[in-house]
T-cell receptor
Framework: AQKVTQAQTEISVVEKEDVTLDCVYETRDTTYYLFWYKQPPSGELVFLIRRNSFDEQNEISGRYSWNFQKSTSSFNFTITASQVVDSAVYFCALSENFGNQFYFGTGTSLTVIP | DGGITQSPKYLFRKEGQNVTLSCEQNLNHDAMYWYRQDPGQGLRLIYYSQIVNDFQKGDIAEGYSVSREKKESFPLTVTSAQKNPTAFYLC?????????????FGSGTRLTVV
């Protein structure tokens, strides 16, 4: 079974539009960690955010915001007023079992059209 | 600055040849990982190592080999037994063998069989 599901394979938006990337996870652990990574065309995965299972507060960082809802096992990522530089593949990931197992989603490719 | 260095960035291999991809980190991380990325398939774990002189197979280890003689280095050899080696390879590291804090990634090596 897929531990992390990113149902959106590809998304295209016009610059300045808002866009939400969905992430649904599955775990039986009560302590776990969720992550988002950005992979620009250069290839390197860049860490965006880490959230532990006990902290359901939403987080905002500039144009980025994250909505963590344990009730629906989701950790969605919203980019407000998208820019061309946001074009990348975005991965959601789950770390469970005290970090000994790490699972990536299949990624969502975001294209921001100028 | 601390980080992970992968080399070369691009690598071409003739069928039947072994090639070795380099991964070096100066983050003093205990654990290191190799992932393979194919279009639309996300990241798949090849091998990982949590301490020097020890490593474990991941989900797709067949046709690959690794060594961990030094904490800083985790080279990956793609052998001739790997039938479809053309892919993007990412090396990562983490603190103390744990995914709790997430992974730091290198910039990747793109391997093409010619």
């Amino acid at each position: 079974a897929q531990k992390v599901t990113q149902a959106q394979t590809e998304i295209s938006v016009v610059e300045k539009e808002d866009v939400t990337l969905d992430c649904v996870y599955e775990t039986r652990d009560t302590t776990y960690y969720l992550f988002w990574y950005k992979q620009p065309p250069s290839g390197e995965l860049v860490f965006l955010i880490r959230r532990n299972s006990f902290d359901e507060q939403n987080e905002i960082s500039g144009r980025y915001s994250w909505n963590f809802q344990k009730s629906t096992s989701s950790f969605n990522f919203t980019i407000t007023a998208s820019q061309v530089v946001d074009s990348a593949v975005y991965f959601c990931a789950l770390s469970e079992n005290f970090g000994n197992q790490f699972y990536f989603g299949t990624g969502t490719s975001l294209t921001v059209i100028p | 600055d601390g980080g992970i260095t992968q080399s070369p960035k691009y690598l071409f291999r003739k069928e039947g040849q072994n090639v070795t991809l380099s991964c070096e980190q100066n983050l003093n991380h205990d654990a290191m990982y190799w992932y393979r990325q194919d279009p639309g398939q996300g990241l798949r774990l090849i091998y990982y190592s949590q301490i020097v002189n020890d490593f474990q197979k991941g989900d797709i280890a067949e046709g690959y080999s690794v060594s961990r003689e030094k904490k800083e280095s985790f080279p990956l050899t793609v052998t001739s037994a790997q039938k479809n080696p053309t892919a993007f390879y990412l090396c990562a590291s983490s603190i103390a063998g744990s995914g709790v804090y997430g992974y730091t990634f290198g910039s990747g090596t793109r391997l093409t069989v010619v």
